[in-house]
C-alpha cells in the first residue's frame, strides 16, 4: 500500500499545473503577513471657505461662513445680540452670546468666572483643555480654548475689552457622531471661527 502511495504522489507531481499551484499556495502561506486593517470612518467632503458680512444690526460685526445660517437665539435665557451659526450641513453650531460691562470691575470679574467655568464643566469627559491668547489683526485680544475627548463642546472663545464689551462663543455639534470621526469638521469649523475673530469689530 506504501508503494502504491509513493507511485501516485510521483506521477501528481509530474503534473507541472499542480505542482505550479502547490509551489505558488506554500509560497503564499509563508510569507503573508497578517496586517488588521485601521477602523475607517466615513468620508467627509469640506467646501472650500467662503465668507460673507454679518448684516444684522448688533453691537458687533463679523464675517462668517457662507455654508452656515445666522439665527437668533430662542433659548428661555437669551439676551438681545445672542446668535446662532448654525452649519446644517454638519448639525453644528456656535452659540454666541454678548454682554456689555458698563465699566463696572465686578460684572467683568463675573463674566470672565462665568467663561472658565462653562469651559470647565467639560473637564469631567475632556481629555485635555488648551488655552491660548491670540492678538487679531483688529487689536484686539481672543482667548481660545480648544477640549480634547468626547466632548459636547470642542472649542469655545472669548474677547472683551474689559470696560464696555464682552463676546463670547462655544462650538457645539448636535449629532452622536464621536468626534474623532468629526475631527475634520472640527478643524474646518475652528479655521470659520478664527476668521470670525479676526474681522471681530465693535459697533455703536
Known amino acids: ?3 502504491r502511495a509513493k507511485k501516485i504522489f510521483h506521477r501528481w507531481l509530474k503534473q507541472p499545473i499542480l505542482l505550479l499551484c502547490l509551489g505558488s ?9 497578517f496586517t488588521p486593517k485601521p477602523k475607517g470612518y466615513n468620508r467627509i467632503d469640506l ?3 467662503k465668507y460673507q458680512p454679518l448684516t444684522e444690526k448688533h453691537p ?12 437668533p437665539d430662542s433659548s ?14 454638519f448639525n453644528a453650531n456656535v452659540q454666541l452670546t454678548y454682554r456689555t460691562i458698563n465699566h463696572n470691575q465686578k460684572t467683568f470679574n463675573a463674566l470672565i468666572e462665568d467663561a472658565r467655568r462653562l469651559t470647565s464643566k467639560h473637564q469631567i469627559k475632556a ?10 489683526p483688529k487689536g484686539k ?3 481660545l480654548f ?4 468626547e466632548v459636547p463642546s470642542q472649542f469655545q472663545f472669548y474677547v472683551t475689552d474689559s470696560t464696555e464689551r464682552f463676546f463670547r462663543g462655544a462650538l457645539y455639534f448636535r449629532t452622536a457622531t464621536a468626534n474623532d470621526s468629526l475631527a475634520p469638521v472640527i478643524e474646518y469649523i475652528k479655521k470659520d471661527i478664527v476668521h470670525m475673530l479676526n474681522t471681530l469689530e465693535w459697533r455703536k
Open 127 to 136: 481629555e485635555g483643555i488648551t488655552e491660548a491668547v491670540i492678538k487679531t
Open 146 to 149: 480648544e477640549l480634547s475627548g
Open 25 to 33: 499556495f506554500l509560497f503564499y502561506s509563508c510569507s503573508e503577513e
Open 141 to 143: 485680544t481672543a482667548n
Open 76 to 89: 428661555r435665557l437669551a439676551e438681545p445680540h445672542w446668535l446662532n451659526v448654525y452649519y446644517p450641513r
Open 47 to 49: 467646501p472650500v471657505p
Open 1 to 3: 500500500m506504501w508503494e
Open 60 to 71: 458687533y460685526f463679523f464675517e462668517y461662513s457662507v455654508y452656515s445660517k445666522i439665527r
